[in-house]
């Protein structure tokens, strides 16, 4: 593929290459708090090898994907696997989280990230970060979306499991 040239997909999306996925036991996962930052420092220097400030990018990635997998890691489903996928289009790294959940937060996931694309997102993290409680679930996703201008989604996924979709423009213009 010459440099430059986009693919896009049938759909129009552009084409994420694939980099590396890892896929562990969700069980094994949540039996201890230190593998959300285990798997994203692995993960984040893997994949910020080739950026132009590799250092700069390891850390805000890992940063990032650490939150995510913390959100992961709270699941209240004890059989499955978790599935960590990073691909790449250009500056943008989309991370995949696959992960074994129960309906109602299923449907919690849905509400989160349908209210994290709203105008309004800006106004509820800050007021939210503000506030003496500790992060909740929904407010990790503000703050992908508000600090790090990820773009968000969840998509469908066969039996009791959720893949969230985040695209981290990490190398691009800053907001």
Known sequence: MPMGSVHHDLAGEPTFEPMVQIDMEIKAFVSAWRHCDYVSTYMARMISQNRSDSVRH???FSSAFNELLEVAFRTRHA???LACRVSRHGATDRIE??????PEERQFYQEAVSQVAGL????RYLSSVSGDLAPS???VLLEL???YNATLRVEETDGDAIKLVVDLPLEGPQH
């Open 145 to 147: 979306a508000v600090d």
């Open 120 to 123: 309004e997102a800006r106004e």
């Open 58 to 60: 390891s850390n805000l």
């Open 97 to 102: 989280l696959t992960f074994p959940c129960v």
């Open 137 to 139: 679930r929904e407010i």
């Open 79 to 81: 059989e499955g696997e």
